[in-house]
């Protein structure tokens, strides 16, 4: 299947995505900012590397390093979404690592690996609320906050890329969602913490259906 970059592989989502990629026969290199791999251990075909996503020179160099077939940007500034964070503060590193970063990817594409693949987070916060009946890529989308603007803006570099460069790149939207890898002030804790079990005290996660979206991101290469 050939190397893969996951950006973000301490979160929830890039776990997630590199557990499940690491199911099939793909070698992963996995970024994160923390000194160590959060959730993914002792893996044959996985390494990780910690790194500073908003230093455009480290994206760049881990880039030509790993040379990857398929870039997955799951990394992300961003605030708890129940708990009235500001993204004010932390604009400049959200700029840098939601926008500049994928910048970078796209720009390894064009000049390096034309028929790499780059796969973006985006997220539903580029649709104006209250969300209701039927959403898709067509339902209007603006600026609500910093952190859509960020995505909004990642869209276009991906939509731009495209049109002049031939780089293909895919925008998910993600809705909210939640789990045991999040921290406890995160929507679904904040909102019902009688139902949710504390980060401090594990119990199991009951099985249930998931996205699947790993069948679709194939069938878009």
Do not use: W
Not at 17 to 46: I, P, T
Not at 61 to 74: C, E, G
Not at 90 to 98: E, T
């Amino acid at each position: 299947m050939g190397r893969a970059l996951v950006l973000g592989v301490n979160g929830q989502d890039g776990s997630y995505l590199a557990q499940a990629l690491l199911k099939r026969s793909d070698y992963l290199v996995g970024v994160g900012r923390q000194a160590n791999s959060r959730y993914v251990h002792e893996h044959r075909r996985f390494t990780y590397v910690a790194a500073d996503l908003t230093d455009e020179r480290q994206v760049d160099a881990l880039l030509q390093t790993v040379a990857p077939v398929r870039i997955y940007h799951f990394a992300a500034v961003h605030g708890p979404t129940a708990s009235g964070f500001t993204y004010e503060p932390v604009f400049a590193d959200m700029l840098s690592v939601n926008v500049a970063a994928l910048h970078v990817a796209l720009e390894y594409a064009r000049r390096c690996k034309p028929d790499a693949r780059i796969f973006y987070a985006g997220s539903s916060k580029v649709f104006p609320g209250p969300l209701a009946g039927h959403i898709d890529e067509s339902t209007c989308m603006q600026v609500s906050c910093l952190y859509s603007l960020g995505k909004l803006a990642a869209r276009d570099l991906m939509r731009l890329y495209l049109q002049d460069h031939a780089i293909r790149a895919t925008n998910l939207i993600l809705f909210n969602h939640d789990s045991p890898r999040r921290p406890p002030d995160y929507l679904l804790p904040h909102a019902c913490p009688d139902h949710c079990p504390r980060q401090d005290r594990p119990s199991p996660c009951p099985a249930g259906p998931h996205l699947g979206f790993l069948g679709r991101l194939e069938r878009g290469r």
